[in-house]
């Protein structure tokens, strides 16, 4: 499994976005946050797509399945709760991205909720993974994401404007 310290992959997928435009996905270039969950037209998966949206203004976001972009258009246009989220759904479709990261679950099919936090050089600088069943927690996602670039000692809840561990 990639962890922290390696290079994410080359990433080359299709996805739909705020506009519910298809696009390409090829190139990494500023903080992102690419998050994985197992599969489109869930219970679980629009409550975290939807609380994603609260880290755009630290990173990109993306969130990734193993459905098509087709299957991911149907369903922001169906969804209420993910109908008007800001940022990019990807379609790992054959989960090849989700194999080379090592975080298939074999048994279902499907990618586990693992969530990356990647530095504009390409290096990963968070890795998480949960079970199928639970949920992440975005707020604290972001919180990660910005004692990452605070470039200091953070403690578990330190939070922007908190001293440093000395």
């Known amino acids: 499994m990639y962890t922290v310290g390696n290079i994410f992959p080359q990433v080359c997928l299709k996805a739909v976005d705020e506009q519910n435009v298809i696009i390409d996905i090829e190139v990494l270039s500023d903080w992102t946050v690419m998050y994985f969950y197992p599969k489109d037209f869930t219970f679980i998966c629009p409550t975290e797509i939807a609380a994603m949206d609260c880290i755009l203004e630290e990173a990109d976001v993306i ?27 990807a ?8 194999k080379e990261l090592g975080i298939v679950n074999e048994d279902e099919g499907v990618c586990n909720r693992a969530t990356f936090i990647i530095d504009p050089e390409g290096i990963i600088q968070h890795v998480s993974v949960n079970h199928l069943d639970t949920g992440r927690n975005a707020k604290e996602i972001l919180r990660t994401l910005k004692a990452i670039k605070a470039g200091g000692l ?10 440093f561990v000395a």
Not at 91 to 98: F, H, K
Not at 154 to 163: F, K, L
């Open 91 to 98: 379609a790992d479709c054959g989960l090849t991205l989700s």
């Open 63 to 89: 969130g990734v399945s193993g459905d098509n972009e087709y299957c991911k258009l149907a369903w922001k246009e169906q969804n209420p709760i993910i109908k008007d989220i800001k940022h990019i759904l």
């Open 154 to 163: 953070t403690g578990c809840e330190w939070e922007p404007g908190d001293d």
